[in-house]
Nanobody, 122 residues
Framework: VQLIESGGGVVQAGDSLRLSCEASGDTFSSFALGWFRQFSPDKEREFVGNINWSGSTYYADSVKGRSTISRDNAKNMVHLQMNNLKPEDTAVYYC????????????????WGKGTLVTVSS
């Protein structure tokens, strides 16, 4: 199983960014796909949001209203659209896949991508 993120980069505060994750090695239509982020190596990865097999989405309060997660089951892809980015959104963003219906923490994740860095300058 592989999860490969793309779309990270350097943006300015207030900009928008779309992260994508392509999954391979399994049939992911029944998986919950989502995103976590890690602000620094000494911090734990925190939940950003996820979308389950039925299309229901869940978001952390810190990104709710500014972010949208979507999935394309035909392409085994999940996307994270982030708007009105803030410097505090600077982090490495990790794609996640889980067999659980709801994912709210690291313990719920079965597979991880390697991460993509998002830097938001002020």
């Amino acid at each position: 199983v592989q999860l490969i993120e793309s779309g990270g980069g350097v943006v300015q505060a207030g900009d928008s960014l779309r992260l994508s994750c392509e999954a391979s090695g399994d049939t992911f239509s029944s998986f919950a796909l989502g995103w976590f982020r890690q602000f620094s190596p000494d911090k734990e990865r925190e939940f950003v949001g996820n979308i389950n097999w039925s299309g229901s989405t869940y978001y952390a309060d810190s990104v709710k209203g500014r972010s949208t997660i979507s999935r394309d089951n035909a392409k085994n892809m999940v996307h994270l659209q982030m708007n009105n980015l803030k410097p505090e959104d600077t982090a490495v963003y990790y794609c996640s896949a889980s067999t659980r219906l709801v994912v709210t923490g690291r313990k719920d994740v079965d597979y991880w991508g390697k991460g993509t860095l998002v830097t938001v300058s002020s």
